[in-house]
């Protein structure tokens, strides 16, 4: 996605500048991965992912090889090679690898019906597997794992949720929110293991089941790993490129070698690595622009937000999940029988945080006074009931001037149009 973006603006600006050569290790053309979950829940088609095809490569000059990984860069010679041996020479690299998923350090992984929720392939697994098999097992509480629980529920499939902590999603929720959401999936008939440590995936050639380290088994014809991501840094760091969690980069998104770009999942920048594709999108503009030859372009990180993509369970959080002093003050709205939750956290007079359950529309409103850092000191009293009120009762309240950071599949389809009109 990232890679993709960026070529998408480097063509905007200077469309002549460069013989663009695109390597995939998939065999499909860039598709839009947030909408994955999407495909396996069978409300899109992997048709509809597709964010350019094949036609639209040919069209703009672009030689595409698809499913074919880069294995090797050999920076002094200015050349890629290929694991089919094929050599690629560049004046200008862009590595754009995103991540891995991780896998817990437990027996049984190899079996057969273990899968990670990553790429088409994945998903065309898990949608072949819903077929013929019964029972899943998902292991990993966060947006991934409960995206996937959500999906092969509505392929029908019987699903249970392995957690290690105490709550879902505790990265994007605090204790409250995960609280209700999993009173929300457990009402959907996903049942929900937190606080459980996964042992060993049983079975002897294929998945059995899940042995949990205390002592429960749950059975299963399908375990499908959502326990996280790291990014994907091996050929940088088999080119002797700096790295750490991820690849090096400065503001401008080149690596530790000036004629080596890095963006997306697969890098660090200022300590920092990625997940989402907001600031993806961002440090995407910078590459593309600073590959037109913009030396002023730098990344800023933006504030993003969260939200899952679980038809009916509306979720969002953005910034600070709690307060992280005295000083910080939350605003709480909890109305636990009707299933709604709303959290705002304030410092010094401005938003730092934003955490909702059962009534999201204000969302992008708390995440435009966070970017916008306003004092919301003259309507404090009002913010956690949600923009209409508060301007309602007062009119120091900023309109909303401009859309926020996205994230959802919605929001990233028309943040997609926008990018493609710009
Ligand atoms: C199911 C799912 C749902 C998601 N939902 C959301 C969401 O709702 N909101 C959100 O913001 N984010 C979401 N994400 C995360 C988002 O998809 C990623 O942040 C984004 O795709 C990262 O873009 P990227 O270009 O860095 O990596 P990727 O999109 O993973 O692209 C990297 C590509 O590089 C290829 N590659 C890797 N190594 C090589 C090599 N050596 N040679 C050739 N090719 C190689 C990979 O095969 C891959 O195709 C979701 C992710 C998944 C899997």
Same mark, same amino acid.
């Given at each position: 996605?990232?890679?993709?973006?960026?070529?998408?603006?480097?063509?905007?600006?200077?469309?002549?500048?460069?013989?663009?050569?695109?390597?995939?290790?998939?065999?499909?053309?860039?598709?839009?991965?947030?909408?994955?979950?999407?495909?396996?829940?069978?409300?899109?088609?992997?048709?509809?992912?597709?964010?350019?095809?094949?036609?639209?490569?040919?069209?703009?000059?672009?030689?595409?090889?698809?499913?074919?990984?880069?294995?090797?860069?050999?920076?002094?010679?200015?050349?890629?090679?290929?694991?089919?041996?094929?050599?690629?020479?560049?004046?200008?690299?862009?590595?754009?690898?995103?991540?891995?998923?991780?896998?817990?350090?437990?027996?049984?992984?190899?079996?057969?019906?273990?899968?990670?929720?990553?790429?088409?392939?994945?998903?065309?697994?898990?949608?072949?597997?819903?077929?013929?098999?019964?029972?899943?097992?998902?292991?990993?509480?966060?947006?991934?794992?409960?995206? %996937?629980?959500?999906?092969?529920? !509505?392929?029908?499939?019987? =699903? *249970?949720? +392995?957690? #290690?902590? &105490?709550?879902?999603?505790?990265?994007?929720?605090?204790?409250?929110?995960?609280?209700?959401?999993?009173?929300?999936?457990?009402?959907?008939?996903?049942?929900?293991?937190?606080?459980?440590?996964?042992?060993?995936?049983?079975?002897?050639?294929?998945?059995?089941?899940?042995?949990?380290?205390?002592?429960?088994?749950?059975?299963?014809?399908?375990?499908?790993?959502?326990?996280?991501?790291?990014?994907?840094?091996?050929?940088?760091?088999?080119?002797?490129?700096?790295?750490?969690?991820?690849?090096?980069?400065?503001?401008?998104?080149?690596?530790?070698?000036?004629?080596?770009?890095?963006?997306?999942?697969?890098?660090?920048?200022?300590?920092?690595?990625?997940?989402?594709?907001?600031?993806?999108?961002?440090? %995407?503009?910078?590459?593309?622009? !600073?590959?037109?030859?913009? =030396? *002023?372009? +730098?990344? #800023?990180? &933006?504030?993003?937000?969260?939200?899952?993509?679980?038809?009916?369970?509306?979720?969002?959080?953005?910034?600070?999940?709690?307060?992280?002093?005295?000083?910080?003050?939350?605003?709480?709205?909890?109305?636990?029988?009707?299933?709604?939750?709303?959290?705002?956290?304030?410092?010094?007079?401005?938003?730092?945080?934003?955490?909702?359950?059962?009534?999201?529309?204000?969302?992008?409103?708390?995440?435009?006074?966070?970017?916008?850092?306003?004092?919301?000191?003259?309507?404090?009293?009002?913010?956690?009931?949600?923009?209409?009120?508060?301007?309602?009762?007062?009119?120091?309240?900023?309109?909303?001037?401009?859309?926020?950071?996205?994230?959802?599949?919605?929001?990233?389809?028309?943040?997609?149009?926008?990018?493609?009109?710009?």
């Amino acid at each position: 996605m990232a890679g993709m973006r960026a070529v998408e603006e480097l063509l905007s600006r200077a469309p002549d500048r460069y013989d663009i050569t695109v390597v995939g290790a998939e065999v499909h053309t860039n598709y839009n991965r947030i909408l994955l979950s999407s495909v396996l829940a069978g409300d899109k088609t992997l048709d509809d992912i597709v964010i350019n095809p094949r036609s639209w490569y040919d069209e703009h000059g672009i030689r595409l090889i698809a499913g074919n990984r880069a294995t090797a860069i050999d920076r002094a010679g200015r050349k890629i090679a290929l694991a089919d041996g094929t050599v690629i020479t560049y004046d200008r690299l862009l590595l754009a690898t995103g991540s891995k998923p991780m896998a817990p350090p437990i027996p049984g992984l190899g079996l057969a019906n273990v899968r990670a929720f990553r790429d088409v392939a994945d998903v065309e697994a898990m949608i072949g597997a819903a077929k013929t098999l019964r029972r899943a097992v998902v292991i990993g509480g966060g947006l991934l794992g409960l995206e %996937a629980a959500w999906g092969l529920k !509505r392929r029908g499939m019987s =699903v *249970a949720l +392995v957690h #290690l902590m &105490p709550t879902l999603m505790e990265r994007q929720l605090d204790a409250a929110a995960g609280t209700l959401l999993r009173r929300d999936l457990d009402a959907r008939g996903i049942a929900c293991f937190t606080n459980c440590q996964t042992e060993e995936i049983l079975g002897t050639d294929r998945a059995e089941g899940v042995l949990l380290a205390d002592g429960r088994t749950i059975s299963a014809d399908l375990v499908v790993l959502a326990v996280g991501i790291r990014p994907n840094i091996d050929l940088a760091r088999d080119a002797k490129l700096d790295v750490n969690r991820g690849i090096l980069v400065g503001d401008n998104m080149a690596t530790s070698d000036p004629d080596i770009y890095a963006i997306g999942e697969c890098i660090e920048h200022n300590g920092q690595v990625f997940g989402l594709v907001a600031p993806i999108w961002d440090q %995407a503009k910078v590459c593309g622009a !600073r590959l037109a030859g913009d =030396v *002023a372009a +730098v990344y #800023l990180p &933006p504030p993003v937000f969260t939200s899952l993509k679980i038809t009916g369970v509306d979720v969002f959080s953005a910034g600070a999940l709690a307060a992280a002093d005295q000083a910080d003050q939350e605003i709480t709205l909890h109305d636990a029988k009707r299933g709604l939750y709303k959290k705002v956290i304030l410092r010094n007079d401005r938003v730092v945080g934003s955490v909702l359950f059962g009534s999201v529309a204000d969302g992008p409103w708390y995440v435009q006074l966070m970017r916008d850092k306003v004092d919301v000191s003259s309507f404090r009293d009002q913010i956690v009931f949600g923009r209409a009120f508060a301007e309602q009762a007062n009119a120091a309240v900023p309109p909303a001037d401009r859309a926020p950071v996205a994230n959802t599949d919605a929001d990233t389809a028309a943040a997609g149009l926008r990018w493609k009109a710009a």
